[in-house]
């Protein structure tokens, strides 16, 4: 089991707040997060973010270390030392974010869409500012992130191919980085991310350049730009005018690297087109043309044979078309090729179910837990283990998709009712005393099980006129819709208010 890891978030309710200066601006400001737990914070959501928003794009090592060289350059100028992180993600969403704590990530459609590696130090350097000068914490001081206490445990559809799978720390990162900073806290990263590259000997004319390839792109008005950089990072001309003015301030010339970019690029400029047509594979398999999609992921697989990601769109096609041990096949191939991603091993898991491999679907699922927790991970887990018998396995796979949204978490609390009702039935029944006008116990039940529920056992317990203890059992047959309470009159008093002394000892499904 790999349970989620929730405690962090939880624990900003009711911290002593304080004053704090801001690393980078040297303001005073009021933060009630200390720096320790955003580090915490980030390091916990890092893994499962990436995750959730394609992994990590490894088929160019040169092209990673390069990102992390870059990077690592610019946030040695930053006032806050951190434990600044990069990583290349395998999504072309041009996108680029920071967790708390100073762990970032840059999407590969983003590097694609910059000319030079001054651009590059202008995108990390904004967003190493948005963890030095503490942005999220900022928020979550004001209240802005208040909802992630809320939504931990949920799951939450984000701008991914997987985000919508995610539940716990996953979910919770995706939280993180969707949410926007502010304009103010925008022009701040813009023009503290400047004088970093500026002191790390770039031309701070990158990050002009920069906002202007972002405004003509957003006025093109392409609907991934809109879903991914541009819902945080809204370009416009007055952000270019500011960053011609901060500019202004620095000193000129520095090094503008284009040459050095394309060199660094022109493998993965190469294989655009391979993960386009993968792309568009994805649109037509959600779109429900498997031909379409498979033909898709074929031609994506003649261009590049190497990336993971086309093989499991082959086989995801096959799974729909329930052609399981093609579909593990494919799963096999993209293991090979990336063995830490828990899509992969997920998928596999459910095609070896169907096949009735049920040991091996286990460990598959069981190793897609240790990158990602996914809702259909933990549901088709639970069912196995009801298939088993295994009810104690099958409750703990279950319960962290109880808050889960969509039809899985509607099964989930229907199939974990049904697993705990016959054994804990007052979990689901909460009850209440009260007395006729007569003096009569009254037993009042609310079913707050996600079904109907019937045959109702409440059991008093009193001392009789003999001063010996007695039970009398009543039932409340019903059937009792969710929500909706039953009574009994069980005939016994006076009852005069005070302590309640029942037990729901008994209770079952209308099946
Ligand atoms: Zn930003």
Redesign the pocket.
């Known amino acids: 089991m790999y349970p989620i890891r929730l405690v962090p978030v939880l624990m900003l309710t009711g911290l002593i707040t304080g004053c704090a200066v801001n690393p980078v601006t040297g303001e005073r400001q009021f933060i009630t997060v200390s720096p320790a737990q955003e580090v915490a914070m980030g390091e916990q959501a890092y893994v499962p973010t990436q995750q959730s928003q394609g992994g990590v794009y490894d088929v160019d090592p040169e092209l990673t270390e390069y990102v992390q060289n870059v990077g690592a350059r610019v946030a040695a100028h930053a006032e806050n030392p951190l434990p600044y992180e990069f990583v290349i993600l395998n999504n072309s969403i041009p996108n680029a974010w920071a967790l708390p704590g100073g762990k970032m990530a840059i999407n590969r459609g983003l590097l694609t869409e910059l000319n030079s590696e001054a651009e590059l130090a202008a995108v990390l350097g904004?967003?190493v500012v948005?963890a030095a000068a503490r942005h999220s914490a900022q928020q979550m001081t004001r209240g802005m992130l208040s909802q992630v206490l809320v939504v931990a445990t949920a799951v939450v559809t984000a701008d991914s191919d997987y985000g919508d799978l995610a539940v716990g720390g996953a979910a919770l990162g995706s939280q993180l980085i969707t949410s926007r900073?502010g304009r103010q806290?925008?022009l701040e990263?813009d023009k503290y991310g400047m004088t970093y590259m500026s002191k790390a000997g770039y031309d701070p004319t990158g990050a002009i350049t920069l906002q202007e390839t972002f405004v003509r792109l957003s006025e093109g008005r392409q609907t991934d730009w809109l879903s991914g950089l541009f819902a945080?990072?809204p370009p416009s001309q007055s952000r270019v005018a500011a960053n011609r003015a901060t500019a202004a301030t620095l000193p000129a010339g520095g090094e503008l690297g284009v040459e050095r970019y394309e060199r660094m690029l022109a493998k993965t400029r190469a294989l655009k087109p391979a993960y386009d047509a993968y792309d568009e594979g994805r649109k037509a398999l959600a779109d429900g043309n498997t031909a379409r999609a498979l033909e898709l992921a074929e031609r994506a697989l003649g261009q590049f044979d190497g990336e993971a990601h086309f093989h499991s769109l082959r086989g995801d096609v096959r799974l729909v078309e329930e052609n399981f041990a093609w579909a593990e096949t494919n799963y096999t191939r993209a293991i090979e090729r990336r063995p830490e991603f828990f899509y992969y091993h997920l998928q596999r898991g459910r095609a070896r179910k169907e096949q009735g491999e049920t040991d091996a679907a286990v460990a598959d699922l069981e190793r897609s837990l240790e990158f990602m927790p996914t809702a259909p991970a933990y549901y088709t887990l639970a069912l196995i283990a009801e298939e088993r018998g295994d009810v104690n396995r099958a409750i703990e796979y279950y319960r962290p998709l109880v808050d889960a949204g969509g039809d899985v978490g509607a099964a989930a609390r229907s199939r974990l009712a049904r697993l705990e009702l016959p054994s804990n039935p007052s979990q689901y029944v909460p009850f209440n005393c009260v007395a006729d006008d007569r003096q009569n116990l009254v037993v009042q039940v609310r079913n707050d099980a996600p079904d109907a529920i019937r045959n109702v056992q409440v059991t008093v317990t009193y001392t009789g006129s003999d001063g010996t203890p007695r039970q009398v059992a009543s039932v409340i047959r019903g059937p009792l819709q969710p929500g909706s309470i039953g009574s009994v009159n069980t005939g016994l008093g006076p009852y005069t208010g005070g302590s309640c002394p029942v037990a729901v000892t008994r209770a079952e499904f209308v099946e």
């Open positions: 904004h967003e948005h900073y806290a925008e990263s945080s990072h």
